[in-house]
Nanobody, 126 residues
Framework: VQLQACGGGLVQAGGSLRLSCAAS????????MGWFRQAPGKEREFVAA????????NYADSVKGRFTISRDNAKNAVYLQMNSLKPEDTAVYYC????????????????????WGQGTQVTVSS
């Protein structure tokens, strides 16, 4: 599977952005999908994950209540709706796939993800 993320940009604090990640291939629904981010000078970190059917989600504490992950298996796409953005949300955002079973500890671990998109830059100004 190949992943293409888009939707990043420059937004003022308090604003919103919606990231999209399109996947190639016919097995998209077999994957747990995740979003990660990497800020300048920092390690890449978990943001959110969604189960194969979309019935289960998991979020980093730093984005809980502000970000929403969703997916459309018919369109081979996963989304990240980001509201109430803060300057500390500035980062390159990556989507990724894993064949791992849904387990909240597992899906937060980037080493479990085998395919990564190219990343999309999100910049939040104060």
């Amino acid at each position: 599977v190949q992943l293409q993320a888009c939707g990043g940009g420059l937004v003022q604090a308090g604003g919103s952005l919606r990231l999209s990640c399109a996947a190639s291939g016919r097995t998209f629904s077999n994957y747990v999908m995740g979003w990660f981010r990497q800020a300048p000078g920092k390690e890449r970190e978990f943001v959110a994950a969604i189960s194969r059917s979309g019935s289960s989600t998991n979020y980093a504490d730093s984005v809980k209540g502000r970000f929403t992950i969703s997916r459309d298996n018919a369109k081979n796409a996963v989304y990240l709706q980001m509201n109430s953005l803060k300057p500390e949300d500035t980062a390159v955002y990556y989507c990724a796939t894993t064949f791992s079973d849904w387990d909240t500890a597992v899906v937060r671990s980037q080493v479990r993800y085998s395919r990564w998109g190219q990343g999309t830059q999100v910049t939040v100004s104060s």
